[in-house]
């Protein structure tokens, strides 16, 4: 889970261009959006092509969606339940 | 019908244009067979956050139009009008290039939305927060001169008051790779002051975004009067010349009335020659300057060679490394520039003192 959480940090910035920013970062348990990292709708689109791509999950409910992108703990949890690939 | 000024620029190109004042005295000098702009820094300019998913050609042009609006003292214009060759280039070779890695499956939006060639207007538009008329000319080597075209236009008849143009366009490494393909960049790299006695095909390429503020009422910091703009798709040339002294003669003057002639010339032996026509013909007594091989060639290059010509007006000094007779002008009143790439698209912008 630890390894994941690590990819999924590194993944999220270099898909989403937060140059700035470093894995130490971003908290396992901070909020990737709104007062969080801030992240916005075309990241959401972002980060469900990730999630489909690197893990073989399709997302369809937009409602699950905002739980699942809570932050990179609640992201790790439903990869790791979910992942096909 | 009203004048139209050139009031501000701002330059982000290979050479230190970003600060104005040191770019007629400190000129780099490269080796190279692509010239990438130097990059300001971007942060003084742009939020992170928006700069974040931003192309290198639209930081650029964020960067030129800010410089050329704090120079004009204006917050806002009343359009924006851009022109580009080739638009965002890198994220369309990003995008193309996810298509065919991922077999058309997995596409992020972000390159995509970014790609197209009117993303570098809407993106300043939104920077500034301007709703007036927002438009992007893609022409070739004619793309920024169409923007230059229409601004003029409005100008002169009062449908606006200040425009903000600007020619922009970036480097794309794929891009690249097809132009050393077919022989439209040279093979090896070529030192700048050597670029024009060459001999070889292709050119030396570049990027750059350069921008300006346009307006029809001049002031104190007004760099130049933009007297005329004339556009031709094709031209032979057997008729450069005559099109030049025709042009010039429209605008009640003559060859010798041009205190400089700015050229084009990118060092490709194969399409040198047309500058040749005016440089060895007419207006061989003329102080002549080249730009291109300073910044390299892009589809909106010529806008350097416009913001070079509005200095020289402004300043009265021409930069030396870019001479290309031995002829010195003892005064800079009217400025003729010509452009072209590849024998097609030419221009001809007439340029008079304030």
Same mark, same amino acid.
């Given at each position: 889970m630890e390894a994941l959480k690590l990819e999924l940090k590194e993944n999220i910035i270099e898909q989403l261009n937060l140059e700035d920013m470093t894995i130490a970062d971003i908290g396992d348990d901070d909020m990737l959006f709104?007062?969080g990292l801030g992240l916005?709708?075309?990241d959401a689109?972002e980060l469900i092509v990730m999630l489909d791509k690197n893990y073989g999950i399709?997302l369809?409910?937009?409602?699950e969606g905002r739980h699942i992108f809570e932050s990179v703990n609640t992201m790790a949890t439903y990869i790791t339940e979910n992942r096909s690939k | ?6 009031? *501000? ?5 290979? =050479?230190? #244009?970003?600060?104005? #004042? ?14 990438? &702009? ?10 992170? %956050? ?6 290198? $050609? ?5 960067? %030129? ?6 120079? &004009? ?6 359009? +924006?009008? #851009? ?31 970014? *790609?197209?060639?009117?993303?570098? $207007? ?5 920077? +500034? ?22 601004? @003029? ?13 600007? !020619? ?8 690249? /790779?097809?132009?050393? #393909?077919?022989?439209?960049? @040279? ?11 060459? =001999?070889? @095909?292709?050119?030396?390429? $570049? ?34 010349? =005559? ?20 050229? !084009? ?14 440089? *060895? ?23 350097? $060679? ?7 007006? @402004? ?8 001479? /290309?007779?031995?002829?010195?002008? *003892? ?24």
């Open positions: 709104g007062d916005d709708s075309i689109l399709k369809t409910d937009p409602k | 019908m009203k004048n139209v000024y050139i009031n *501000s620029v701002g330059s982000v190109s290979a =050479q230190k #244009t970003t600060h104005a #004042t040191d770019f007629l005295t400190d000129i780099i000098s490269y080796n190279e067979t692509v010239i990438p &702009a130097i990059d300001p820094v971007y942060k003084d300019f742009i939020p992170p %956050a928006a700069a974040r998913r931003m192309a290198k $050609g639209i930081k650029m042009s964020i960067v %030129a139009s800010k410089l050329a609006l704090e120079k &004009a003292g204006l917050n806002n214009v009343d359009a +924006i009008i #851009t022109g580009t060759g080739m638009g965002c280039l890198r994220d369309s070779e990003k995008f193309l290039s996810s298509i065919i890695d991922n077999d058309e499956a997995y596409l992020t939006p972000t390159p995509f939305i970014q *790609s197209t060639h009117n993303t570098v $207007g809407g993106q300043i538009a939104l920077e +500034i927060q301007c709703t007036g008329y927002n438009f992007t000319y893609v022409h070739g080597s004619n793309s920024f001169e169409s923007a230059l075209l229409d601004a @003029k236009l409005q100008l002169e008849l009062s449908e606006a008051q200040n425009i903000l143009i600007g !020619g922009v366009d970036e480097i794309g490494d794929y891009t690249i /790779l097809l132009n050393k #393909t077919i022989n439209h960049i @040279k093979k090896e790299p070529v030192k700048s002051s050597e670029i024009i006695n060459s =001999q070889t @095909k292709g050119a030396v390429f $570049g990027e750059g975004a350069n921008f300006f503020v346009v307006s029809n009422e001049s002031n104190h910091a007004s760099l130049a009067r933009i007297e005329a703009l004339e556009l031709y798709n094709t031209l032979p040339i057997q008729s450069v010349a =005559q099109r030049a002294r025709q042009f010039l003669k429209a605008n009640n003057l003559n060859t010798a009335d041009v205190d400089a002639l700015i050229l !084009g010339n990118n060092g490709d032996v194969e399409f040198d020659i047309y500058y040749d026509e005016l440089a *060895s013909g007419d207006f061989k007594n003329a102080q002549q300057l080249v730009y291109k091989p300073w910044v390299g060639e892009f589809h909106t290059a010529s806008a350097f $060679g416009l913001v070079l010509a509005a200095i020289i007006l @402004k300043t009265q000094k021409a930069p030396r490394e870019f001479q /290309l007779n031995s002829i010195v002008s *003892s005064h800079f009143k009217t400025i003729l520039l010509y452009n072209q790439y590849r024998g097609e698209n030419h221009s001809f912008t007439l340029l008079r003192q304030c």
